[in-house]
C-alpha cells in the first residue's frame, strides 16, 4: 500500500512538471507568436524602413540650371552632365587617414582635402556633401582604384554649367561656382557643395535660375558606394524642379562682333536701342573663360585671371574721364543759362588764358564758328567760353539728365554710378574751394569727372530721342513671363538748342572729326573724345559716342579704347564696324572715299591733343 501511495505521488509530480513545461512552452510560443506579430504585422512598415535605410542612400538629385537665352533664341548659358565626388557625413571616419588618400586622388593639398572633410562630418546633413565638382576620367579612375578604403566616399552624376561663347559674353553672364562660407551665412536655405551664380545675371538671377534639387535613393553596398545603374535603377523621392530660363536682349552676333573687333585693345564696346533701352551688346576686353570656374582651377588658369590687364573688370561699367563726349551736356548747359545763343559765334584759337594759365585747344587753328561748327570740330576754346559763363553746378545739372553720376538701370551687380563734381563734392572730398579753372576742364570731359562706356551709350540715346532717355536693362523674358521695359525719362529741352545739338552732332560725321566713322548708307550722329588720364605721359583715352540713324535712332553706341589714342582714329572706327553689323552692311575692309579729306588739315600746336 505505502508502495502504491509513493507511485501515485510521483505520477502527480511529473503530471505537474509536465503542466508546467507544457505552460512554459505554451507561454513561450504565444510570446514569439505575439512578437512576430508584434514585429510583422503592428511594425512591419518600420522594419521594412529601417532595411531600405541600410541598403540604400538618400542623395540629391541635382536641379538643371535656367537656361539663358539670347533675343533670337540663341543659347547663353546652359548645363551638361558632370560627374562629382561626394561625402556621406554620417558614414565618414578617420577623417586624417580618408583625408590622406582622397588628396592624393584629387591632387590637391591635404589641408585642403581635410579642411572639406571635416566640415561635410560637422554639416551633419542627411544628404552627401560635394567635396569636388565636375570631375575629369583620371580622377574618376583614382577613384575606382582606391574604392574599397574610401568609405564615405563616393563618386555620383551632376549637373554642371557651361557657357558656349565664353569670353564674349562672360561679363555679362558671370559665372557659377561653389557657395561660399559667406554666403551660406546669409543664405540658410542652401547647402555646402551647392552651385551658385558669383558674378553677372548668374549671379542677379540666381534665385529665378538655381531651380530646387530634388531627391533619390541609392542601393549601396556594405561600404556605402553606389551599385552601378545597370544592376540597381535610383528610386526618386522627390523630384528636381528645373530653374527658370530667362531671355536677354543680347544679340549674341553682335556681341561676338564687339568682341573680335576689340581684339587686344583694353576697352568697352556698349549698344542698346534706344527706343525702348534694350541692350544689345555690352563687351569688355580683356575679358575671361567664365568656364574655369565650373571646373578645377588649374595654376594657369589662376594666372591668366589674376594678370595685370584685370580680366575680371567690367571696363563697361567702369568710370573714366570722358572727353570731348561730354561737350554736348556743356553746350546744352550754356544755351539753357543763356551764356550763349543759339546764332552766337565765337572766336576759336590755340589756347584760352586765365589767372596765369593756359587752357590749351587741341589745334591752334583761328577762327569764327558758329556752335555747330565748334561741336563739329570739337574746338576746346569754344567749350572753354561757354564755361566762363557757368558754374559747375549748371553742367552736372544736364550732365544727370542725361545719366551721368547715375546707375544706368542695366541689371548686373557692382556697375558704377561715375561722377559728375561741383563745388560742394570738391569742398566735401578735397577740403578746397572750386575753382574756375576746374569748370573750365569738366566743360571739356576733364577734371573730376567720370562717365561709364554704358552711361554713354545712355546719354546719346537721350541725344537722340530728344530729351527722352531709356534706362538700359537686358531681361525681356523670365520662363513665360514677359518682362517690361523701365519706364523712361522725360526732359523737357527747348527745340531750337535740341537742333542746334543734333546738327552738331550729325557734322562731326559727315564732315568733322569722327570721319572715319561714316556709312553712306545710315546717317549717324556722335562725338569723338581724347581723355587725358593717368599716368602722365600715357597715351589717352579713346571715346566715340553716336546714335544713328539720325532722324530715327535705332541704335546708340558707344567704344571706349583704354589709352587707345585719338578718338577718331581708335574708338570711331569699332563703332562704324558696330553699326554696319547692325543694319546688315557688307562691304571690303577699305577706306571709303572723303575719309582723309574729312581730318582736320592743321596740325596740333598745343598740349591738347587731337580728337
Given at each position: 500500500?505505502?508502495?502504491?501511495?509513493?507511485?501515485?505521488?510521483?505520477?502527480?509530480?511529473?503530471?505537474?512538471?509536465?503542466?508546467?513545461?507544457?505552460?512554459?512552452?505554451?507561454?513561450?510560443?504565444?510570446?514569439?507568436?505575439?512578437?512576430?506579430?508584434?514585429?510583422?504585422?503592428?511594425?512591419?512598415?518600420?522594419?521594412?524602413?529601417?532595411?531600405?535605410?541600410?541598403?540604400?542612400?538618400?542623395?540629391f538629385l541635382r536641379a538643371p540650371r535656367g537656361s539663358i537665352y539670347d533675343r533670337h533664341g540663341n543659347l547663353l548659358a546652359t548645363n551638361k552632365q558632370s560627374l562629382s565626388m561626394i561625402a556621406?557625413?554620417?558614414?565618414?571616419?578617420?577623417?586624417?587617414?580618408?583625408?590622406?588618400?582622397?588628396?592624393?586622388?584629387?591632387?590637391?593639398?591635404?589641408?585642403?582635402?581635410?579642411?572639406?572633410?571635416?566640415?561635410?562630418?560637422?554639416?551633419?546633413?542627411?544628404?552627401?556633401?560635394?567635396?569636388?565638382?565636375?570631375?575629369?576620367?583620371?580622377?574618376?579612375?583614382?577613384?575606382?582604384?582606391?574604392?574599397?578604403?574610401?568609405?564615405?566616399?563616393?563618386?555620383?552624376?551632376?549637373?554642371?554649367?557651361?557657357?558656349?561663347?565664353?569670353?564674349?559674353?562672360?561679363?555679362?553672364?558671370?559665372?557659377?561656382?561653389?557657395?561660399?562660407?559667406?554666403?551660406?551665412?546669409?543664405?540658410?536655405?542652401?547647402?555646402?557643395?551647392?552651385?551658385?551664380?558669383?558674378?553677372?545675371?548668374?549671379?542677379?538671377?540666381?534665385?529665378?535660375?538655381?531651380?530646387?534639387?530634388?531627391?533619390?535613393?541609392?542601393?549601396?553596398?556594405?561600404?556605402?558606394?553606389?551599385?552601378?545603374?545597370?544592376?540597381?535603377?535610383?528610386?526618386?523621392?522627390?523630384?528636381?524642379?528645373?530653374?527658370?530660363?530667362?531671355?536677354?536682349?543680347?544679340?549674341?552676333?553682335?556681341?561676338?562682333?564687339?568682341?573680335?573687333?576689340?581684339?587686344?585693345?583694353?576697352?568697352?564696346?556698349?549698344?542698346?536701342?534706344?527706343?525702348?533701352?534694350?541692350?544689345?551688346?555690352?563687351?569688355?576686353?580683356?575679358?575671361?573663360?567664365?568656364?574655369?570656374?565650373?571646373?578645377?582651377?588649374?595654376?594657369?588658369?589662376?594666372?591668366?585671371?589674376?594678370?595685370?590687364?584685370?580680366?575680371?573688370?567690367?571696363?563697361?561699367?567702369?568710370?573714366?574721364?570722358?572727353?570731348?563726349?561730354?561737350?554736348?551736356?556743356?553746350?546744352?548747359?550754356?544755351?539753357?543759362?543763356?551764356?550763349?545763343?543759339?546764332?552766337?559765334?565765337?572766336?576759336?584759337?590755340?589756347?584760352?588764358?586765365?589767372?596765369?594759365?593756359?587752357?590749351?585747344?587741341?589745334?591752334?587753328?583761328?577762327?569764327?564758328?558758329?556752335?555747330?561748327?565748334?561741336m563739329q570740330w570739337s574746338r576746346d576754346t569754344a567749350f572753354y567760353q561757354m564755361a566762363l559763363g557757368l558754374e559747375p553746378e549748371d553742367i552736372k545739372k544736364w550732365g544727370n539728365r542725361f545719366?551721368?553720376?547715375?546707375?544706368?538701370?542695366?541689371?548686373?551687380?557692382?556697375?558704377?554710378?561715375?561722377?559728375?563734381?561741383?563745388?560742394?563734392?570738391?569742398?566735401?572730398?578735397?577740403?578746397?574751394?572750386?575753382?574756375?579753372?576746374?569748370?573750365?576742364?569738366?566743360?571739356?570731359?576733364?577734371?573730376?569727372?567720370?562717365?561709364?562706356?554704358?552711361?554713354?551709350?545712355?546719354?546719346?540715346?537721350?541725344?537722340?530721342?530728344?530729351?527722352?532717355?531709356?534706362?538700359?536693362?537686358?531681361?525681356?523674358?523670365?520662363?513665360?513671363?514677359?518682362?517690361?521695359?523701365?519706364?523712361?525719362?522725360?526732359?523737357?529741352?527747348?527745340?531750337?538748342?535740341?537742333?542746334?545739338?543734333?546738327?552738331?552732332?550729325?557734322?562731326?560725321?559727315?564732315?568733322?572729326?569722327?570721319?572715319?566713322?561714316?556709312?553712306?548708307?545710315?546717317?549717324?550722329?556722335?562725338?569723338?573724345?581724347?581723355?587725358?588720364?593717368?599716368?602722365?605721359?600715357?597715351?589717352?583715352?579713346?571715346?566715340?559716342?553716336?546714335?544713328?540713324?539720325?532722324?530715327?535712332?535705332?541704335?546708340?553706341?558707344?567704344?571706349?579704347?583704354?589709352?587707345?589714342?585719338?578718338?577718331?582714329?581708335?574708338?570711331?572706327?569699332?563703332?562704324?564696324?558696330?553699326?554696319?553689323?547692325?543694319?546688315?552692311?557688307?562691304?571690303?575692309?577699305?577706306?571709303?572715299?572723303?575719309?582723309?579729306?574729312?581730318?582736320?588739315?592743321?596740325?596740333?600746336?598745343?598740349?591738347?591733343?587731337?580728337?
Amino acid at each position: 500500500m505505502a508502495q502504491s501511495v509513493m507511485h501515485r505521488v510521483n505520477s502527480d509530480e511529473l503530471a505537474f512538471k509536465a503542466i508546467v513545461l507544457a505552460s512554459v512552452v505554451l507561454t513561450a510560443l504565444g510570446l514569439l507568436v505575439l512578437r512576430l506579430g508584434w514585429l510583422q504585422i503592428l511594425h512591419h512598415q518600420h522594419y521594412v524602413n529601417q532595411a531600405v535605410e541600410n541598403s540604400t542612400r538618400v542623395t540629391f538629385l541635382r536641379a538643371p540650371r535656367g537656361s539663358i537665352y539670347d533675343r533670337h533664341g540663341n543659347l547663353l548659358a546652359t548645363n551638361k552632365q558632370s560627374l562629382s565626388m561626394i561625402a556621406v557625413p554620417n558614414q565618414l571616419e578617420h577623417l586624417e587617414d580618408l583625408a590622406t588618400r582622397v588628396c592624393k586622388i584629387l591632387a590637391l593639398p591635404y589641408p585642403e582635402v581635410l579642411d572639406r572633410l571635416l566640415k561635410a562630418k560637422a554639416s551633419g546633413s542627411v544628404l552627401p556633401v560635394v567635396i569636388e565638382h565636375d570631375l575629369d576620367m583620371d580622377i574618376v579612375s583614382r577613384f575606382y582604384e582606391q574604392k574599397i578604403f574610401l568609405t564615405g566616399i563616393d563618386i555620383l552624376p551632376d549637373i554642371s554649367r557651361t557657357y558656349p561663347y565664353a569670353e564674349a559674353t562672360a561679363h555679362v553672364l558671370g559665372y557659377c561656382r561653389e557657395i561660399t562660407s559667406n554666403q551660406l551665412k546669409d543664405r540658410p536655405e542652401r547647402k555646402m557643395g551647392d552651385v551658385c551664380g558669383q558674378a553677372g545675371l548668374e549671379k542677379l538671377y540666381d534665385d529665378q535660375l538655381r531651380g530646387v534639387d530634388g531627391e533619390q535613393r541609392v542601393r549601396v553596398n556594405a561600404s556605402g558606394h553606389a551599385l552601378s545603374p545597370e544592376t540597381s535603377k535610383p528610386v526618386i523621392t522627390k523630384k528636381a524642379k528645373p530653374g527658370l530660363p530667362i531671355v536677354i536682349s543680347l544679340d549674341v552676333d553682335l556681341q561676338r562682333h564687339a568682341y573680335n573687333i576689340l581684339a587686344e585693345k583694353s576697352g568697352a564696346l556698349v549698344g542698346c536701342d534706344p527706343r525702348s533701352g534694350e541692350v544689345l551688346f555690352l563687351c569688355s576686353r580683356p575679358s575671361f573663360d567664365p568656364n574655369v570656374f565650373t571646373r578645377r582651377m588649374t595654376k594657369e588658369d589662376r594666372k591668366v585671371l589674376n594678370s595685370p590687364s584685370h580680366p575680371l573688370h567690367n571696363r563697361a561699367l567702369s568710370g573714366f574721364p570722358p572727353g570731348s563726349i561730354w561737350k554736348p551736356v556743356t553746350l546744352l548747359a550754356a544755351l539753357d543759362k543763356k551764356v550763349v545763343k543759339p546764332d552766337t559765334m565765337l572766336h576759336v584759337s590755340g589756347g584760352l588764358s586765365l589767372g596765369g594759365f593756359t587752357f590749351h585747344d587741341w589745334t591752334g587753328k583761328a577762327a569764327h564758328y558758329n556752335l555747330v561748327q565748334c561741336m563739329q570740330w570739337s574746338r576746346d576754346t569754344a567749350f572753354y567760353q561757354m564755361a566762363l559763363g557757368l558754374e559747375p553746378e549748371d553742367i552736372k545739372k544736364w550732365g544727370n539728365r542725361f545719366g551721368a553720376g547715375r546707375p544706368t538701370g542695366v541689371e548686373l551687380p557692382n556697375e558704377r554710378s561715375g561722377l559728375v563734381p561741383d563745388s560742394a563734392w570738391k569742398r566735401r572730398r578735397l577740403h578746397e574751394p572750386w575753382y574756375k579753372g576746374n569748370t573750365l576742364h569738366m566743360s571739356i570731359g576733364q577734371t573730376f569727372l567720370q562717365v561709364t562706356p554704358a552711361q554713354a551709350a545712355r546719354m546719346y540715346a537721350g541725344f537722340g530721342m530728344k530729351g527722352r532717355v531709356p534706362f538700359l536693362h537686358f531681361v525681356i523674358k523670365i520662363d513665360d513671363r514677359q518682362v517690361p521695359a523701365p519706364k523712361p525719362e522725360f526732359w523737357k529741352v527747348n527745340p531750337v538748342h535740341m537742333k542746334i545739338l543734333s546738327d552738331g552732332l550729325k557734322a562731326v560725321v559727315e564732315a568733322g572729326t569722327a570721319g572715319r566713322s561714316r556709312i553712306p548708307e545710315v546717317p549717324m550722329s556722335g562725338k569723338t573724345g581724347s581723355a587725358e588720364a593717368p599716368p602722365k605721359g600715357s597715351k589717352t583715352h579713346g571715346w566715340f559716342a553716336c546714335y544713328a540713324p539720325s532722324d530715327k535712332p535705332e541704335l546708340a553706341c558707344c567704344a571706349f579704347v583704354e589709352h587707345g589714342g585719338h578718338g577718331g582714329t581708335a574708338a570711331a572706327p569699332l563703332v562704324k564696324q558696330m553699326v554696319e553689323k547692325h543694319f546688315g552692311i557688307k562691304r571690303a575692309a577699305t577706306a571709303l572715299p572723303g575719309e582723309a579729306a574729312a581730318k582736320p588739315k592743321a596740325k596740333p600746336k598745343t598740349k591738347r591733343k587731337p580728337e
